[in-house]
């Protein structure tokens, strides 16, 4: 009786994991298949297998990448635009969240339930009226144009505005006594306890930014603002591309790899990230 | 009110009255100018005639409700509103359901089993370009792995995926799940490590199976999660077409083309901006639907 329920257990135990090793491996093959390709030179066929077993490591797909589209440029966008975004970002978040949970003033209610409409009308819904007010602010092919609706963010807001209403009552009353000023209270008292928030706040906000497409897309024109990923697509529309897998693996690669490098580091922190910001 | 009043804290008072206000301003003035204001543009607009690559329409004329109407008789519209229906409800189950299975498997004690974590979640922060241009060699004719992989399962139909009109927008479909449903495992995944043990343990004893367990306690004490989980999924299936410009350019003959994909070809391709702002109030209103939808689900759920 007792062995016939192990045995059952044992066989579904297997079986589970089978199944879980099936899944991630198909899952996992599109970069590890990224990776490899990249490495193996042009010369060598493509075919059934041989990618896998073949011997021969080389670098030079990544140089002839970078030698057909200036990705060390897309990269200084890319890393602009990201950086300009969450500068922005964690000052606005910061003070708006800090005035929310702090102050009562007029119209309180209507204003917080005002910056949420941001996430009930995502962005990409926006693109050609926002597109015509980036040219008539004289933006349009800027990094600025790429990053400047987001310099305020609801979602942000509501997260810094939970953070600093879960802070004691005691301490924030203690800091009054003190004399504290506004900031001098933000900074000591609210900022500290809210730094994981924050910080999740931001992995997810740079992983976003680093990620898109279609807003960089319509805003930017030429080299001097096109971000990495913009760059891809166009290096993958070359002529003299065509289907030369290890170079646009490469490229590829090129665009993934910072991003995801520190997300194999910091991989806790990325997933607990994703988990507080479900709406971006 | 004087209870109210009462509970202010002393900082409050103190404070100079605009302050607030000039805390909040920055945040507001992006709201007002990127989400607000271009909502009360594309409405305005959409009554007005104006092709910016034909010279004598380049200056706008109000037509009335000639852009709406043009979108309900034009068989590209229905053709795009067909594709995102079938794209929405093709990819939104699939992931959620993949994401309740992937989660259900690593939530267990098993020797390694981070890795098998790490490979459902890692498509989350690649950007959808760079995943869809690895994929775009996993869908090639003759030599692709997906091919191969299907041959391998006794699939004998036809090969060159993104180029075959009944074939493109599943393709299309089958990246968006392979991208999102580790993203949505790891909502289920924080759920699952939330259940309280003590049911499940007095399920155990009452002699419940693991599947009865599975159906009659684990998903309902996921409701919340699963409703969360559907808005963040449908959202998505809206708003991310990056891959789709990687992939098939919305073809072969409009045949992957979706709402959001349409609108950027109408604006930018065709030069429409009445035409444009007409389908952008579309999708706005779809967006406010389903987030007030959620909201409102969300509240008669409880906190």
Same mark, same amino acid.
């Given at each position: 009786m007792m062995t016939t329920a192990k045995l059952r257990k044992r066989v579904v135990d297997v079986s589970l994991n089978v199944l879980t090793l099936v899944l991630a491996l198909g899952w996992a093959s599109i970069i590890i298949?990224?990776?490899?390709?990249?490495?193996?030179?042009?010369?060598?066929?493509?075919?059934?297998?041989?990618?896998?077993?073949?011997?021969?490591?080389?670098?030079?797909?990544?140089?002839?990448?970078?030698?057909?589209?200036?990705?060390?440029?897309?990269?200084?966008?890319?890393?602009?635009?990201?950086?300009?975004?969450?500068?922005?970002?964690?000052?606005?978040?910061?003070?708006?969240?800090?005035?929310?949970?702090?102050?009562?003033?007029?119209?309180?209610?209507?204003?917080?339930?005002?910056i949420l409409l941001q996430l009930m009308i995502p962005a990409a819904a926006l693109l050609v009226p926002n597109f015509s007010t980036i040219r008539k602010l004289g933006l349009f092919d800027t990094t600025l144009a790429v990053a400047l609706p987001y310099f305020g963010s609801a979602f942000g807001t509501f997260l810094m505005r939970q953070a600093f209403l879960e802070v004691p009552r005691d301490l924030v009353d203690a800091g009054i006594m003190d004399g504290c000023s506004w900031w001098q209270l933000l900074w000591h008292v609210y900022l500290p306890p809210a730094m994981p928030t924050l910080v999740a706040f931001a992995l997810s906000s740079i992983s976003w930014h680093w990620n898109e497409f279609l807003w960089p897309l319509v805003v930017t024109l030429t080299e001097r603002s096109r971000p990495l990923t913009i760059g891809l697509v166009r290096f993958t529309q070359l002529g003299e591309i065509g289907a030369r897998w290890p170079l646009l693996a490469a490229a590829t690669i090129t665009v993934i790899a910072p991003l995801f490098l520190l997300f194999l580091v910091f991989q806790k922190q990325f997933i607990r990230s994703f988990l507080h910001s479900g709406l971006k | 009110?004087?209870?109210?009043?009462?509970?202010?804290?002393?900082?409050?008072?103190?404070?100079?009255?605009?302050?607030?206000? $000039?805390?909040?301003?920055? &945040? *507001?003035?992006?709201?007002?100018? !990127?989400?607000?204001?271009?909502?009360?543009? +594309? %409405? #305005?607009?959409?009554?007005?005639?104006?092709?910016?690559?034909?010279?004598?329409?380049?200056?706008?004329?109000?037509?009335? $409700?000639?852009?709406?109407? &043009? *979108?309900?008789?034009?068989?590209? !519209?229905?053709?795009?509103?067909?594709?995102? +229906? %079938? #794209?929405?409800?093709?990819?939104?189950?699939?992931?959620?359901?993949?994401?309740?299975?992937?989660?259900?498997?690593?939530n267990r004690a098993v020797k390694g089993i981070g890795l098998a974590r790490l490979a459902f979640f890692y498509p989350t922060i690649l950007p959808m370009v760079s995943a869809a241009t690895i994929w775009m060699f996993f869908f090639t004719p003759d030599y692709g792995l997906f091919n191969t992989a299907l041959q391998a399962l006794g699939y004998h139909g036809p090969q060159n995926w993104l180029g075959n009109p009944h074939l493109a927008l599943l393709a299309v479909m089958i990246v968006a799940v392979w991208k999102n449903a580790g993203y949505l495992m790891i909502f289920y995944l924080a759920g699952l490590q939330n259940l309280p043990?003590?049911?499940?343990?007095?399920?155990?004893?009452?002699?419940?199976?693991?599947?009865?367990?599975?159906?009659?306690?684990?998903?309902?004490?996921?409701?919340?999660?699963?409703?969360?989980?559907?808005?963040?999924?449908?959202?998505d299936a809206f708003q991310v077409v990056d891959h789709i410009f990687v992939l098939t350019q919305g073809g072969p003959s409009q045949s992957s083309t979706v709402l959001l994909y349409y609108l950027w070809q109408v604006r930018f391709e065709d030069q429409n901006v009445g035409l444009a702002s007409a389908i952008t109030v579309v999708l706005i209103v779809i967006m406010l639907s389903i987030t007030v939808t959620n909201f409102v689900l969300s509240e008669r759920e409880g906190a």
């Open positions: 298949w990224g990776v490899v390709v990249s490495f193996r030179p042009e010369t060598e066929p493509l075919g059934r297998g041989d990618v896998w077993f073949g011997h021969t490591v080389t670098f030079a797909n990544y140089l002839k990448a970078w030698s057909l589209a200036p990705f060390g440029v897309y990269y200084r966008n890319t890393i602009i635009i990201v950086g300009m975004i969450l500068f922005a970002q964690v000052i606005t978040i910061t003070l708006a969240g800090f005035a929310f949970a702090h102050y009562r003033f007029r119209g309180k209610k209507w204003l917080f339930f005002f | 009110m004087s209870i109210a009043s009462k509970s202010i804290s002393p900082a409050s008072r103190k404070a100079p009255p605009w302050l607030p206000y $000039l805390l909040i301003s920055p &945040t *507001l003035v992006i709201v007002l100018v !990127f989400t607000a204001w271009p909502t009360v543009q +594309a %409405i #305005y607009t959409s009554f007005f005639r104006q092709y910016l690559n034909i010279a004598k329409f380049r200056t706008p004329t109000f037509v009335g $409700l000639e852009n709406y109407k &043009t *979108l309900l008789t034009s068989p590209d !519209f229905h053709e795009v509103l067909r594709n995102t +229906a %079938i #794209y929405v409800i093709g990819t939104v189950p699939t992931s959620i359901v993949l994401a309740f299975l992937f989660a259900l498997l690593v043990t003590d049911v499940f343990e007095a399920a155990a004893i009452d002699g419940a199976s693991w599947w009865t367990q599975l159906w009659k306690i684990t998903f309902p004490l996921l409701r919340r999660t699963t409703l969360f989980v559907s808005t963040i999924a449908i959202i």
